[in-house]
């Protein structure tokens, strides 16, 4: 049987518009647990939290997790991902390697599933999801990065051509909304940290396009819905009513 998958939570208490919101209960379990339990139920592989601070660390080794404390000053996710994973790993045991955002306790384990289904092609350097865009709240909201593919009529899954916050491409036909979950093969993860910051990247504000111009290959495969992501009280609220019960 072939090694399985790493899934790699990153989190931080130092969030901008919700501070220490990996630790807001949620149904009565701070939410990285929550997005823990998540990514347990998509039975791909373990799991494993890299926590900026000790406190995340006790509170998933609390409700039975793993977790690996990483340096608090990394710039990104991917590079709290790339340190858990070469202190958890460090013989590369695991083939690829899933970034699931600390901040989504709703996502189904079917989207988690999900962005495995690229990797299928051996061209592949990372794949990640999205959804069809439906409304024009969401075309036009800079919050809501669009995915740009090449995407045959009615294919599942199709290459990002590029990201951006602005409604892309013109013209007749669906936009799309990028979903920040990733799975990377293990040299593409360890070839994204050490590139250096792109100009596009810098521009958008999106460091996937550091992989673009760099010529790596994303693919992005379709889901049906966009996973709930927390970012506000507000959204703390929703979620605490999505999951009551849980």
């Not at 931080?12 to 518009?17: D, M, Y």
């Not at 900026?52 to 608090?72: F, K, M």
Request: proline letters at 11%; glycine letters at 6%.
């Amino acid at each position: 049987m072939s090694t399985p998958p790493l899934i790699v939570i990153p989190a931080r208490l130092a969030a901008s518009r919700l501070p220490g919101k990996p630790l807001a209960l949620i149904a009565g379990q701070p939410m990285i647990v929550q997005v823990w339990r998540r990514a347990i139920e998509a039975q791909l592989g373990p799991v494993l939290v890299a926590a900026a601070e000790p406190e995340i660390a006790r509170a998933v080794e609390a409700a039975g997790g793993r977790a690996v404390l990483t340096r608090p000053e990394h710039p990104s996710g991917s590079d709290r991902v790339h340190e858990a994973v070469t202190l958890a790993d460090p013989e590369g045991r695991h083939p690829i390697v899933i970034n699931l955002q600390g901040d989504l306790p709703s996502i189904a384990p079917e989207a988690i599933q999900a962005v495995l289904r690229p990797l299928a092609e051996p061209a592949v350097d990372i794949a990640t999801l999205a959804a069809e865009i439906h409304s024009d709240e969401e075309r036009l909201a800079a919050s809501v990065v669009k995915a740009v593919l090449s995407l045959p009529p009615g294919a599942p899954q199709g290459r990002a051509l590029y990201f951006t916050r602005v409604p892309c491409p013109s013209g007749d036909g669906p936009l799309y909304h990028h979903i920040g979950i990733y799975a990377y093969r293990r040299a593409a993860l360890e070839r994204f940290v050490r590139l250096p910051p792109a100009p596009l990247e810098r521009r958008e504000k999106l460091e996937q396009l550091r992989a673009l111009e760099a010529g790596m290959r994303i693919d992005v495969a379709l889901v049906d819905a966009v996973p709930f992501g927390v970012d506000t009280p507000a959204d703390l609220e929703r979620a605490r009513q999505q999951l009551a019960g849980r």
